[in-house]
Nanobody, 125 residues
Framework: QLQACGGGLVQAGGSLRLSCAAS????????MGWFRQAPGKEREFVAC???????YYADSVKGRFTMSRDNTKNTVYLQMDSLKPGDTAVYYC?????????????????????WGQGTLVTVSS
């Protein structure tokens, strides 16, 4: 129900834009998030956006990544600028059910019910 795309290979300092399109249900009133998992590491929170618009970011990406949503297209985006080799990972989009996740829990992957298949981002030095 969530399809992520836009990953690829980019040099350090470059940009990529990830998209995550929902099908089968609407997520317009849901908290949506992006997580990533690097080889040998645990999945970590990257960013989220609440249905009303506020966004929250991991400290490691703050100021470089921007998450947005287009509810008319049932799609969320992750604009990634000034990419670093440390950003290399598989990126997953995630969505809550038809609800907002409480603010204290938005960084917890267990709070999200729906997950995309992941898209690989590789940043070369």
């Amino acid at each position: 129900q969530l399809q992520a795309c836009g990953g690829g290979l980019v040099q350090a300092g470059g940009s990529l834009r990830l998209s995550c399109a929902a099908s089968g249900r609407t997520f317009s009133r849901s908290t949506m998030g992006w997580f990533r998992q690097a080889p040998g590491k645990e999945r970590e929170f990257v960013a989220c956006i609440r249905w009303s618009g506020p966004t929250y970011y991991a400290d490691s990406v703050k100021g470089r990544f921007t998450m947005s949503r287009d509810n008319t297209k049932n799609t969320v985006y992750l604009q990634m600028d000034s990419l670093k080799p440390g950003d290399t990972a598989v990126y997953y989009c995630a969505g809550a059910g038809d609800r907002e996740i409480i603010l204290s829990n938005v960084r917890n992957s267990d709070a999200y019910e729906y997950w995309g298949q992941g898209t690989l981002v590789t940043v070369s030095s």
